[in-house]
């Protein structure tokens, strides 16, 4: 389980440093972006 | 759909030792992956039930691309945006295919194309990008960069737009294609307007009135 939590964790990390990278996420809903990704 | 994001970031986080920030970000991945999948497992449901697939994705992916980098008026929660965007794609590329394609008209279409571009490159120029308080964009240089992008991607759809033009002269396939390309256009340039903004707003409240009255 520790394994399939780390390759979400990786994924997901990866897709938010990509989502940070443009104007919105995508759709149109946008939650809060965390203070790490920010400018 | 965000609460089983951040309760799945939650796990995660608890599992691996990650700090509250580190949770955030997988959060907002798992957020942003979630809600992608579900609108693009929809989009295809739907548009294979209205048998216009392909209508149904060049309305998503039209509306989508942009909407990266011009921003927008957003959906108060993710259930929202999905119901909205699944909605809108679907009954266009409908029209598109089976009310528009069959009255096509080259000379209207023509007029539809300029009139469309013409409104979007000014919108883009006078707005984008616009940002939400959950995703504020502050720096000139992301600004510019945003703009820039924006107005790429719309020269790009022109010259699709124009591909298409051409070749549904010789197949009929492609005006439907071509009609579905402006509505996409014409949905996200107009929820960058303050109307487009209004329109967003009136869809939350009444969604949020309906949730209210059935509890």
Same mark, same amino acid.
């Given at each position: 389980m520790k394994k399939f939590y780390g390759i979400l964790a990786a994924v997901s990390t990866l897709v938010a440093a990509m989502v940070a990278s443009s104007a919105c996420i995508i759709f149109f809903y946008q939650p809060e972006e965390p203070k790490s990704l920010r400018d | 759909?965000?609460?089983?994001?951040?309760? /799945?970031a939650h796990n995660i986080s608890s599992s691996l030792g990650y700090d509250d920030e580190k949770e955030a970000v997988v959060a907002y991945g798992l957020i942003a992956i979630i809600q992608v999948s579900m609108i693009i497992l929809l989009v295809f449901i739907f548009g294979i039930l209205i048998s216009a697939l392909i209508e149904t994705l060049i309305v998503c992916l039209s509306v989508s691309i942009l909407r990266k980098y011009s921003g927008g008026a957003h959906a108060g929660t993710a259930e929202v945006c999905t119901f909205v965007t699944v909605v809108y794609c679907t009954l266009?590329?409908?029209i598109s295919k089976k009310v528009f394609a069959g009255i096509y008209n080259p000379f209207a279409m023509a007029a539809a194309v300029i009139l469309v571009f013409a409104t979007a490159f000014?919108? =883009?120029?006078? /707005? =984008?990008? =616009?940002?939400s308080p959950n995703k504020p964009i502050k720096t000139?240089?992301?600004?510019?960069?945003?703009?820039?992008v924006s107005f790429i991607i /719309?020269?790009?759809?022109f010259a699709v737009s124009l591909t298409f033009f051409i070749l549904s002269k010789d197949s009929a396939v492609f005006q439907s294609y071509g009609i579905s390309l402006l509505f996409g256009i014409s949905w996200q340039i107009f929820t960058l307007t303050y109307l487009g903004s209004l329109f967003i707003g009136k869809i939350n409240n009444v969604i949020k009135i309906k949730k209210e009255v059935q509890r």
């Open positions: - | 759909m965000e609460k089983l994001a951040r309760r /799945l266009t590329a409908f000014v919108i =883009v120029y006078k /707005l =984008v990008p =616009v940002d000139e240089k992301k600004i510019k960069r945003m703009r820039k /719309l020269v790009v759809y």
